[in-house]
């Protein structure tokens, strides 16, 4: 009964910027932590961000100095600013959401439907 729908996603020159969002909505008790993660053409879907309910941040480092993860709990909303974008980071993007839900108060996962970024000249 959790939904996540993201939004954000499109075509961007490199150094551009995007700013992905990612909504949850359903029987959400409590959500634990909020995340972005990525698979690009060839390669391994891979951890991008992720910031807990507490604040605690974490980023890969590829994207470090570049990337932005933030959330609105009240909304159970989370953000990605993604700055000086680069070729690389082309990728559909997913967001998935961790916590306890209201309905049958157990552990759940939810991922987005997924947002293709690409960064392109």
């Known amino acids: 009964q959790v939904n996540l729908v993201e939004s954000g996603g499109g075509l961007v020159q490199p150094g551009g910027s995007l700013r992905l969002s990612c909504a949850a909505s359903?029987?959400?008790?409590?959500?634990?932590?909020m995340g972005w993660y990525r698979q690009a053409p060839g390669k391994q879907r891979e951890p991008v961000a992720l910031i807990t309910s507490g604040g605690s941040i974490n980023y890969a480092d590829s994207v470090k100095g570049r990337f932005t993860i933030s959330r609105e709990n009240a909304k159970n909303t989370v953000y990605l600013q993604m700055n000086s974008l680069k070729p690389e980071d082309t990728a559909v993007y997913y967001c998935?959401?961790?916590?306890?839900?209201?309905?049958?108060?157990?552990?759940?996962?939810?991922w987005g439907q997924g947002t293709q970024v690409t960064v392109s000249s």
């Open positions: 359903g029987s959400i008790f409590s959500v634990s932590a």
């Open positions: 998935n959401v961790k916590g306890i839900t209201s309905s049958t108060v157990t552990r759940f996962e939810s």
